[in-house]
């Protein structure tokens, strides 16, 4: 079975919340079914269709292609499966989520993994403002750099990042490590083509917080 | 039956249903996961006196560990799985989470037939607060549950759980030598050899017990005492099994996942004493039983020997 693909038409001009596409919403139903669902839970609401052209059937693997900044709301709620961005996403990408992984390929907007609390979310290049907000538990991994605000309010839960961020006052550093749970971290992610497989370092600046929420989270810098 | 010059009895080992664990140690280096897996694994010859059996079963690349470092693997058996989980945690605890560098991971992954016990599942509020779970996926696409437990020398990592299976102990079989230089050296070639078998240990000092055991005693309040007809001492006090030129006897005990494991094991140990020839010393081997009446497995050294061949 091929993956279940979101390619996204040309010339639109709005905002496009993906909320729906995901595993959950999306097991055993048809390319047709898919096409003429609501992409929204509101009256008058467009179809999936007009957006994007689906095709193959494994809904436990969504790719978006040709995917920009404008889809938001990806993996929203997502319990299990994968999904891919190839491309950019828009802002909340693995909003709410509970299980599975997501990886974007390209840029992702702000608040990147709100309010997760299982999964794991893998951005290939940079990641906007308040990346890892409200953060209950997971795992966040940006390659490239983050915006502002990084693990704002995170309770626990892992954001793994290459370049230190820009930090806020209730975010803690504790020091140099070498932690061996990176071993198995980094094998986990070998099942995807991310440029986090190139990192042989299992050394990281710890930082522990959001200490307005109890700090029991954690970005790790990794240090090569 | 004779192989090279030395008598193998028409007799049988019976053994016992046990329950069985496995769990991976890894640390930095080689001979600090010995150093772990020899605290996990030490006073637990028998489940009469230390509740469990374990030994070291074999030593894992680096490149088989979950972590990647080196490590050993180590099997745990006991007669119930109440006394297992208690062992298990118990030794984690005073074993593993004290030894530095060491990290620990469920040897059976969990299946049909498989139950889930407590690897670190209770020893993680040794962080007190501190410790973090972290769900991660394998290379075969299997999500486990991990924790990370802040200590002195950096992080403890373990996995939540590891698997119980139903497994077998008591397999065994008897050196009779004519002195007790020749026994032991047989004991230990035997033993040599069988360390290469899998899901087996052999769990006395060395794989190898000088002190087998008969059922019952003159002395109420013993259940267990000297086997006195392997005694070489006592051949002129009692019903002896041992004929004029035995001097020694020495036991090797074998603990195993399934009957096929410890039939193999046993087979390999035999084998190797009987390559030795009778010019060993060596000149029987037999085996422990209760006339077959407590343990439901009867490992048959003929039909061992035999169909192996």
Known sequence: MSALSFSLKPNHTQQIDCRLLTPNNLADLSVAEIENLNLLNIKNSPKIGDYFEVSGSDASHIVFKNADAQLNYIGHKMTRGQITVEGDCGDFLGHQMRGGTIFCQGNAKDRVGDQMRRGLILVDSNAGDYCGSRMIAGTIGVYGSVGRYVGFAMKRGTILLTKTPQLHATIQDCGTHTLPFLALLFKSFNAFSTLFNDIKSHRIQRYAGDLACNGNGEILVLIQ | ?309
């Open chain 2, 1 to 309: 039956m004779q192989i090279n010059g030395i008598t193998i009895d028409d007799t049988f080992a019976e053994a016992f249903n046990m329950r069985g664990t496995r769990v991976i140690i890894t640390a930095l280096n080689l001979k600090w996961a010995y150093h772990a897996a020899n605290a996990m694994t030490g006073f637990a010859t028998s489940v009469i006196g230390c509740g469990v059996e374990a030994g070291i079963e074999r030593e894992i690349d680096s490149d088989e560990t979950p972590d990647g470092r080196p490590g050993v693997s180590i099997l745990m058996f006991a007669m119930g799985s109440k006394v297992l989980m208690q062992q298990l945690e118990t030794r984690m605890g005073q074993c593993i989470l004290t030894c530095p560098t060491a990290a620990a991971f469920a040897g059976i992954a969990a299946g049909l037939e498989v139950d889930q016990i407590s690897l670190g599942r209770h020893l993680r509020y040794f962080g007190d607060g501190y410790q973090t779970s972290k769900l991660m996926t394998d290379p075969n696409g299997i999500t486990k549950r991990y924790w990370r437990i802040p200590v002195m020398d950096g992080e403890f990592l373990t996995q939540e759980t590891t698997g119980m299976v139903r497994a077998i102990g008591g397999g065994n079989f008897l050196i009779l030598a004519t002195s007790q230089p020749a026994a032991l050296r047989a004991a230990e070639t035997a033993i040599e050899a069988m360390k290469k078998v899998p899901n087996v240990i052999m769990p006395f000092p060395g794989g190898v017990v000088r002190s087998g055991s008969k059922v019952g005693s003159k002395y109420p309040k013993m259940f267990a005492s000297t086997n006195d007809a392997f005694c070489p001492t006592l051949k002129g006090l009692v019903n002896t099994k041992l004929s004029d030129e035995i001097e020694s006897v020495m036991e090797i005990v074998i603990d195993g996942l399934t009957f096929e494991d410890i039939s193999r094991s046993m087979y390999v140990g035999i084998q190797s004493i009987c390559a030795l020839g009778d010019k060993s010393g060596v000149k029987r081997i037999s085996a422990g039983n209760y006339g077959g009446k407590l343990g439901p497995h009867h490992f048959k050294l003929h039909e061992i020997m035999g169909n192996s061949k």
